[in-house]
């Protein structure tokens, strides 16, 4: 990383803040060269007038919802987003939301179906045919809308499950598929006609090829790293946001500066640092714990568990307990400060005796 220390000086710690979303992602579609109308990226809408016209979205993540946003704002004539698989919308409610991340599991259970049912039944409502039919809640990422379902409702947008076959000078061949069917399969043809599309698919995950390749260990890659962002291999290392997959409630600042201020612990207090073994065994206890759900221990989690792992591994040490306030509080950092320095002052005198 650093190949001129007398020219940039050395550091002891690194935070790797290149989060989740890199380049635009642009997959190719069938028989582009065919269609009429321009086409952009969702993240090119700036300035781009749409008024008046028939817009296709092809995506059905965040980017989908929010292009079908721009597309109202700006007096789309039609909008019809393009979803090859369905995704779990919630609704933007604070209060609804802190309770579906209080699954301290971080995963599917046995009672998962209860949160289901009552956003089937209470969110989606007559729309219930595009919520996922065999994708549980706490298995990916949900979209937090509360704007799009009214959209549909006020017939404004449509919301198309299928897969495309091929542009077409006024439109896209589509496949529509019914709730359930999987990718690629059975389902009947027809255009869906359009003047513009947007091509919500996404972005390119930033790489971390830049950390040593020491921190890539087999088995202890990421996400599977020390609360999914210190590599075992390196504790003064921390990939914030950047090797998060899929959670429930982890939108915020909270947790950026919790894991920042495990960092500095970490650099000043090394009677607080975790040993490489520890740092796996805790990789992997938590592998154990969360044996029995459908993704990987550290693909998916909840702000609840997230806070879980934060006391857990802030109890196990007990020169961690000083630090608590400042952690998860950013409060009273000169105590933990002092008592390090006496330890520093009383590991030196007794190397002096």
Known sequence: ?????????????????????????????????????PTFHSSELDG???????????????????????????????????????????PRNVFVDVLLSLNIFGGETAFSWIPEWFLRKFF?????????????LYTDTPMVNSELFDQIRAGKARWL????????????????????????????????????????????????????DNVFEKNYEPPNWYLQVFPPQDPTICATNSTYVNAIGTVGNYHIGIYT????????????????????????????????APTGAFDFFTYAELIYWYCFVSIINPFRWKWAPFIFFGLFRSLPLG????????RQNGKNK
């Open 48 to 90: 781009k007038d749409v008024k008046g016209t028939k817009v296709l979205i092809i995506g059905g993540g965040a980017s989908a919802v929010e292009a079908s946003e721009f597309a109202v704002r700006n007096n789309a004539a039609e909008i019809d987003v393009l979803s090859r698989s369905d995704k779990w919308i919630i």
């Open 124 to 136: 989606y409502r007559d729309l219930q045919d595009i919520s996922p039919a065999k994708k549980g």
């Open 161 to 212: 499950r299928g897969d495309i076959v091929a542009c077409k000078e006024e439109g896209i061949l589509f496949n529509h598929r019914a709730q359930g069917v999987p990718k690629d399969g059975p389902g009947h043809e027809s255009i869906v006609n359009g003047d513009v599309i947007i091509m919500a698919t996404g972005y390119k995950r930033p790489s971390l090829s830049f950390l040593p």
């Open 261 to 292: 201020r495990f960092l500095l612990m970490f650099l000043v207090d090394p009677l607080s640092r975790p040993r490489e073994g520890l740092m796996k065994l805790w990789i992997d206890f938590t592998r154990v714990v969360k044996r029995f």
């Open 1 to 37: 990383i650093n190949d001129n220390e007398a020219e940039h000086g050395t550091f002891d710690g690194i935070i790797a803040a290149v989060g989740s979303c890199g380049d635009p992602q642009m997959p190719h579609l069938p028989d582009h060269e065919k269609f009429r109308g």
């Open 339 to 346: 008592i390090v320095e006496e330890e520093d002052r009383f």
